[in-house]
């Protein structure tokens, strides 16, 4: 038999298997598609087993549900805190597998009026970082509707907004939590400044009686060589001394002084 013939007779053979490969892969298709169905099933079930066993394994959690489907967790059920549907986010996102996680999760807690809940969250935050030496330097502010807690204003570093944080997220009633501090930039002159400018407000005889609060009423916010004086002060006279001592400081570019008046109504 020649080369010719002999090429022939392979493509005649290929011809004849041709349907029998085909055959093959057709009724093959679904079994692998089911397979891999199958296998994704089994990682998913495995994902939920560990996220429910493991990764949020504490009481603050028992009454969280979670399902798995193509590595999306999805999360549903009820917390105490808002800090605890945050951290139920944070631990299941960690788990190798994940890929994104839809938190459904309600905060149930106690209800409270938005007027009490933002009472007890100034309070919380003043007396927040006493003992810290950064009291007087922060400016936080609060504003909660239908328990949704904006803060805003000025904090002197990320731990005191942080710190704001986590008194909020932790407080029984709140919702949910929007973080729009402004975090001071950092600065030799504006912390010279800041010093300057407390031991100046503080240390006047008409004033020194504000530093027997430790929440330190009023507080002194300086970004680039400019004061803003925030905080509450019992009389007009009060306030308007303390801007002209804030004004006496080497160095300050501008005061602006917002202290509020007790039992004045605030400016807008």
């Avoid at 009724?27 to 087993?49: T, Y």
């Avoid at 190798?96 to 009490?116: L, Q, W």
């Amino acid at each position: 038999m020649n080369g010719h013939q002999e090429d022939l007779k392979v493509r005649k053979t290929l011809r004849s298997l041709l349907p029998a490969v085909l055959g093959f892969l057709l009724l093959g298709g679904p079994a692998l598609s089911r397979h891999s169905s199958a296998m994704a099933q089994a990682d998913d079930n495995s994902l939920r087993a560990q996220i429910t066993n493991k990764t949020l394994n504490k009481s603050q959690f028992k009454n969280i549900q979670v399902s798995v489907t193509n590595g999306v967790a999805k999360l549903t059920g009820t917390v105490d805190t808002y800090y605890w549907k945050e951290q139920a986010d944070t631990r299941v996102h960690r788990v190798k597998g994940i890929t994104a996680v839809d938190n459904e999760i309600e905060v149930a807690g106690p209800e409270i009026s938005d007027a009490e809940l933002q009472q007890k969250l100034v309070r919380a935050i003043s007396y927040d970082r006493v003992g810290y030496g950064t009291t007087a330097f922060n400016a936080i502010s609060v504003n909660v509707s239908n328990g949704v807690v904006t803060l805003g204003g000025t904090a002197y570093g990320p731990v005191d907004a942080d710190s704001a944080v986590a008194v909020a997220s932790n407080m029984k009633g709140v919702k949910d939590v929007i973080n729009e501090i402004s975090v001071d930039p950092v600065s030799p002159m504006d912390d010279r400044i800041r010093r300057a400018v407390y031991r100046a407000v503080y240390g006047f005889p008409s004033l020194n009686r504000y530093a027997i609060d430790p929440a330190q009423p009023i507080r002194i916010s300086v970004q680039n060589g400019n004061v803003t004086l925030y905080g509450v002060v019992d009389r007009q006279a009060d306030k308007d001394a303390a801007g002209i001592r804030a004004n006496s400081v080497p160095g300050v570019f501008k005061v602006t002084n917002d202290l509020q008046v007790a039992g004045q109504p605030e400016k807008k």
